[in-house]
């Protein structure tokens, strides 16, 4: 496939998503051609379903249910969004992937890891060319994550035990997998889109 696919992951509260845009609007203003898009969600079907698993009660799905929902709204994204735009040669930076299922409903709640592994394997099958992991202090992230107005608090309001776990899965992924670069995402929004840019700017194409 051409193109670059790149995913943001970190526990909620990174500020990954706003690095996202950083880097997407530095991309573009160098000329590069970008899909910006996120999960869950990224086309019309898994933005309805986005709705589904990010509001309500925390016991409103069970975690295998999740899997479920998180997977069928990632195959809908990749059919839609992500594989056309790889197709005609795009940098797609997807805010979230199949990562986040594998931590968030994989191992917090008990090990599906391999239930999770399983329905990646036979429905998605790709993974990203680089993941960037934006890690920081669960407690800051939380605090951040849960100062946001709004209504998709599902996962936040499991709470911080939850976030340690997610982040200490997070970092043990990382070490598993080359794809990852670990970016700390403490540090001001200026110098964490400058540690962005140097991890990135070797992958680009030149030329
Ligand atoms: P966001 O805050 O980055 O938009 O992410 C929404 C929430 O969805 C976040 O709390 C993590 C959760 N999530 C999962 O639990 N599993 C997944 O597969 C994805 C993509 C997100």
Redesign the pocket.
């Known amino acids: 496939m051409a193109g670059l696919f790149l995913s943001f992951e970190g526990i ?1 509260g990174s500020g990954k ?1 706003t690095q996202a845009r950083r880097l997407t609007e530095t991309l573009r203003s160098k000329g590069h051609a970008v899909t910006l898009t ?3 969600g990224g086309s019309p079907g898994a933005e309805e379903i986005r709705r589904l ?2 509001e309500g009660a925390t016991d409103r799905w069970s975690p295998e249910t ?1 899997i479920l929902l ?1 997977t069928a709204a990632r195959r809908d994204h990749l059919e839609k969004t992500i594989r056309p735009a790889l197709a005609r040669g795009e940098i797609v930076i997807t ?2 992937f199949a990562d ?2 594998r931590i ?2 994989g191992i917090t709640r008990g090990d599906l890891t391999e239930t999770v592994d399983r329905l990646h394997a036979l429905m998605i099958g790709i993974e990203p060319d680089l993941t960037l992991l934006f890690d920081l202090d669960p407690a800051k992230g939380l605090a951040r ?1 849960t100062a946001r107005a709004g209504v ?1 608090l599902r ?2 309001d499991m709470g911080l035990a939850f976030q340690e776990k997610a982040r200490a899965g997070f970092l043990t992924l990382a070490a598993r997998h080359d794809r990852f670069r670990v970016i700390d995402a403490d540090a001001n929004p200026d110098a964490v889109a400058e540690s962005v840019w140097a991890t990135l700017a070797p992958h680009l194409a030149t030329g």
């Open positions: 909620d998503s996120r999960e869950p698993v990010l999740e998180f805010d979230r986040s299922t968030f409903q994550a998709e996962f936040e």
